[in-house]
């Protein structure tokens, strides 16, 4: 039986239900990123407090693999790197209770 990658979920972080879902997978990127170079850009991850408007994603970096020209591997997403990430982006200042856009945060591949 083969599994396939979960691509969004439900986790509780100190007592309150976050939705997850992957937005995108990582993918080579032609366009210019922030640092000015195009090349592998990492997976996306968004995220959403239950009950609540306000949501974050999560940028992971592009996964070492791809960066060494190897071929892509399994997509490597638990919902303990999502908790990492949810603890990260609430330290790093995001309000999930508040109001406006999506808020964007950059994790390292653990999460963190």
Do not use: C
């Not at 992971?60 to 990260?88: C, E, H, N, T, Y």
């Amino acid at each position: 039986m083969t599994s396939t990658p979960k691509l969004s979920g439900i986790v509780e972080v100190d007592g309150h239900p976050y939705e997850w879902e992957l937005r995108s997978e990582p993918q080579w990127s032609e366009s210019q990123s922030r640092n000015g170079s195009q090349g592998w850009k990492g997976m996306t991850v968004a995220l959403l407090r239950k009950d609540t408007q306000r949501g974050a994603l999560l940028e992971f970096p592009p996964p070492k693999r791809l960066l060494k020209g190897m071929q892509r591997g399994r997509l490597q997403i638990s919902d303990a790197i999502v908790s990492r990430g949810i603890r990260a982006a609430l330290e790093a200042g995001w309000d999930p209770e508040s109001r406006g856009k999506p808020v964007v945060f950059m994790v390292d591949a653990d999460g963190n």
